[in-house]
């Protein structure tokens, strides 16, 4: 075959661009450290390895979340400490307090401690987050949630709503609760609560109260009025006399699928209110707590009062501690859960950058190989191009 | 007799010379593009003499060859054309394909960006600066949008600039090459037929460059003249005429190029029958790249802002008002084609998101009907009788105001446009709507075991979508304002009243209530920013098969795909083209070595004739000192 001059200097600059296009190629592989350097090197790899760039964006936002939750959730959890232990102050200064060796000026004492633990308690409830949110507000969480109303009494601003947090795809967690936790504590056994009037003049008290047959509750409040010492009737809401007994110290008086056991001895005129599905706020234990300790105590009246009111905030102070630990343990379960898939993210993400290095980076060891075989070839592309065009009959005319 | 001798010799010096010099016009043209070596053809006279001892009267010149091969140039000229084309589409395609794919300024890392702001607003509602920080994230993936529109905005501006000097060259080369047919079949009148070799070659030369523009068909005519035709046998070059092509905006849209040329006043469009070449690949670079990236990008951006602003609707902002739109874009635009007789614009809206497809369509009026093609793929997807109204690929067409088509009359449709218009309509961080405008939740004295696990707005425009209301469960079922709900075996009942969902798990107990209740004030309720926060893995594109990010990374795997195979062609060609170039070489190329031999032949034969010559002078000498003495 002829070959032209021209052709012989084209064919010789061709090998050496061609050569080093490549050279340029590994070059920039070799500086980045990129096997690939445009998606059409390996469009498929190139898809998706752009949805690994995703997916692990994805986990790093989840991360993000699962650390804003976990600071809630830990500020909650460390309030809640912190009601737990002041209510289990209050038990303490319950059965101090029920104690008929105090004396009124120590009970008084008592009382005024109770009093600086109700703040305390508020205080407690109404804790902000970092951001200035209330804990306990539900989606109300920038308005005070707890706050007294017109009578004094501690009322809930906030709803039951509550803020969840995404740490993965479809998984989220709770974050926060809502105060109505502290405010819908049931009363006496839960079902319903017996309470003597304030005004009752014997020494009856509630020894027992439960329920025999839950088919026969009606959710309806009733009175236990003594006619006499010996007798009693039983009005409904609406002060209808239902029913009608004689009295016995340690004996049940049944209504409606509930029992009430009263002893001591109660006067004539004495009253049971009895209210079905009550419930109180871990603030107004307290202070029925506090106001009882702060009454007088003179009278058996009186002091069977204040033997029941004692005796019944106990029992609530017991559930309103259970209420607490039960949200303790249900953040610290979702703790645990932010932690399990703070474990789950980081195996994925270590997983997931794996496959991403398998697909878009360099196998450095290949790549240099191949890069000192390039320049071999270029420089031998050089060389001969030199060679040939050097070759000329023209010299050797003389 | 020595006058045959003289004139044996004197013919052989000439003839040598003659080599001499055409070996010399070779070396001199070694670097002379489109170039053909020449031969100097020599014969020997005819003799003289009778027949029995006829003598040679030495050589003759008969003519300068130029050593070609039609065949192969042709094959040169087919070859340029191919890897032009390919070259340049493999160039627009590399462009493209480095735009979407950047791992920096892709749309993928603004979407992640903006959706991590949508998160962080959902971890913490309250705050300002959460908020504000989405504001501005969307923003930016605003930003990323018109940035990428942009780039693709300018690949167009240099394609459509590039055909334009395309055109010019061609039209360039085009009266070239009719000057060099007027200058070819004079030189051929004047030289009594001899072939103009130089002139040949330099039109040879011209064809070629023309070929890289456009596919080019010749024909040599008998008085030596060549005609050109390019596309389907329009022609270019007629003996010693070229025809002028131009380019003309369609749609106005100076990048939006038809190319044609004018006859007897009208404006002939010959677009569709230019392929291949320069040309044809800066026009495909433009249908087949560009258009498609960019109708796909705002396909994602209409996507995302139809839907992410649908969930922003149904949410309540930190005033407890309903959610605005959070992104605005400009409504789908239609243009009249150019000498359009109907007057008025059809309107177009979209009713599907989902349903769109990343195309343009154009609308051309056939005397009956309008017929709808999608550009894209260039299918017909439906027709509208004028005045009549039709739904096509999630897009409302109502032709109502356009009046007076005529056959012919065309509108280009650009859904999926407003990549470059999307904007964040929301500026108070306040009206960032994070929370749900309504709140479920059981009564206080619920003794049943059933829980609210779901609440949802579907109609945001309901007017008693914030009323209060009870649900009641009586008679063992669900009421809710007088209409009976029965409790779903499956456990979870859903209930749907006042355009809003409340779904109900578990059994209640008769006389249970759950409440419905407007949610203002509820500054930290998050749901709707995680409902916001879902749509960003939500299949909310083609159809309910693509997240934002999967109709983006299929973008970037469609470029890619398209890129690897241009570039393969590109090289495929290029080798192609390199073989082609050897052959025309091999054939006509100039070899240095060859010449110089040539050289040292002419040289001695040269030396050989003078020879000759003095050898004549001394047999002259010797007879006239013979006679002398």
Known sequence: MRISTAQIYRNGLTAMQSRQTELSRTQQQLATGKRLLTPADDPAASAQALKLHERIASIEQYGRNAEQAATWLGQEEAVLVSIADSLNRVRELAVQGANATQTPESRQAIARELRQISVGLLDAANSRAANGEYLFAGFRSTNQPFQPGPGGQIGYAGDDGQREIELAPGRKVAVGDSGRAFMTIPRGNGVFAVTPDAANAGTGRVADAEVFDRSALTGEPYTIVMTAPDAYEILDGDGVVVATGAYTAGQGIDIAGMRVVLDGEPAAGDRFHIEPGATTSIFAIVDDLAAAFEAPATTPGERALLTHRATSALLDVDRAIGRVLELRTDVGARMNMIDDQADVNADQTLHLNGTLSQIEDLDYAEAISRFSMQLAALQAAQQTYVQVSRLSLFDWLK | ?629
């Not at chain 2, 009323?467 to 979870?492: K, R």
């Not at chain 2, 006509?588 to 010449?595: H, P, Q, T």
């Open chain 2, 1 to 629: 007799m020595s006058g045959g001798i003289f004139g044996i010799g004197i013919s052989a010096l000439l003839a040598a010379q003659r080599q001499l010099e055409v070996t010399g016009h070779n070396i001199a043209n070694v670097g002379t593009e489109g170039y053909s070596r020449q031969r100097a053809e020599l014969a020997a006279r005819e003799p003289l003499g009778p027949g029995y001892a006829a003598i040679g009267r030495g050589v003759g010149v008969i003519g300068v060859e130029r050593i070609v091969d039609q065949f192969v140039n042709f094959r040169l000229e087919m070859r340029i054309t191919a890897d032009a084309e390919q070259r340049t589409l493999a160039e627009f395609a590399g462009q493209v394909n480095n735009l979407l794919g950047d791992a920096e300024s892709g749309l993928a890392p603004a979407l992640k960006d903006f959706f991590a702001a949508v998160h962080d607003v959902a971890n913490d509602p309250t705050s300002t600066a959460a908020r504000q920080a989405l504001i501005t994230q969307g923003e930016s993936l605003a930003d990323r949008f018109a940035q990428l529109e942009a780039r693709i905005q300018d690949q167009r501006a240099i394609a459509s600039g590039r055909i334009r000097a395309g055109l010019a060259e061609i039209n360039q080369l085009a009266e070239g090459i009719a000057e060099l047919n007027r200058a070819i079949v004079d030189a051929r009148g004047r030289g009594g037929g001899a072939p103009p070799n130089d002139l040949l070659d330099k039109r040879d030369e011209l064809v070629r460059r023309l070929a890289e523009h456009l596919p080019v068909d010749t024909a040599e005519q008998t008085d030596g003249s060549l005609n050109v035709y390019v596309g389907r046998g329009q022609a270019l070059v007629v003996g010693f005429d070229a025809t002028t092509l131009a380019a003309r905006p369609l749609y106005g849209d100076p990048d939006r190029l038809a190319i044609g040329y004018e006859q007897n006043g009208r404006f002939i469009d010959v677009t569709s029958l230019l392929q291949g070449g320069k040309l044809g690949a800066l026009l495909d670079a433009r249908t087949k790249l560009l258009d498609p990236a960019s109708a796909e990008l705002g396909r994602i951006a209409i996507s995302l802002a139809e839907t992410f602003n649908a969930v922003h609707r149904a949410n309540m902002d930190l005033d407890g008002e309903l959610g605005g739109d959070f992104f605005s874009f400009a409504p789908p635009a239609a243009v009249p084609g150019q000498g359009n007789s109907a007057t008025g614009s059809p309107q177009v809206s979209i009713v599907d998101v989902g349903e769109l497809a990343a195309s343009d369509y154009q609308l051309r009026f056939d005397g009956t009907a309008f017929v709808v093609r999608r550009l894209a793929d260039g299918a017909a997807v439906g027709s509208i009788p004028p005045g009549g109204s039709a739904v096509i690929d999630g897009l409302s067409i109502d032709l109502a105001g356009v009046t007076g088509a005529a056959t012919g009359d065309s509108f280009l449709l650009r859904p999926t446009s407003p990549a470059t218009t999307l904007s964040v309509a929301v500026q108070d961080p306040r009206s960032v709507a994070a929370a749900l405008p309504i709140h479920a939740a059981p009564g206080d004295g619920n003794s049943g075991a059933a829980e609210i696990v779901g609440v949802s707005v579907l109609d945001p425009t309901d007017p008693a979508l914030r009323d209060a209301i009870d649900i009641e469960f009586v008679g063992g079922e669900l009421v809710v304002d007088g209409t009976p709900v029965p409790l779903d075996p499956s456990g979870e009942t859903v209930v749907e009243a006042n355009g809003w969902r409340v779904v109900i798990r578990g059994v209640p107990e008769e006389g249970d209530v759950f409440t419905v209740r407007d949610n203002a004030g509820a500054a930290g309720d998050n749901r709707g920013a995680l409902a916001l926060a879902a749509l960003e893995t939500a299949r909310t594109m083609g159809g309910g098969t693509a997240s934002y990010g999967d109709a983006y990374a299929g973008l970037v795997a469609r470029v890619g795909v398209e890129t690897r195979r241009a570039e393969i062609n590109a090289d495929v060609q290029a080798r192609m083209l390199e073989e082609a170039w050897a052959q025309r070489e091999n054939v006509s190329g100039v070899n240095l070595d060859e010449e110089a031999a040539n050289l040292v032949k002419a040289q001695q034969a040269y030396a050989a004739a003078a020879q000759v010559i003095a050898t004549a002078g001394q047999m002259i000498d010797t007879l006239l000192q013979a006679v002398r003495r």
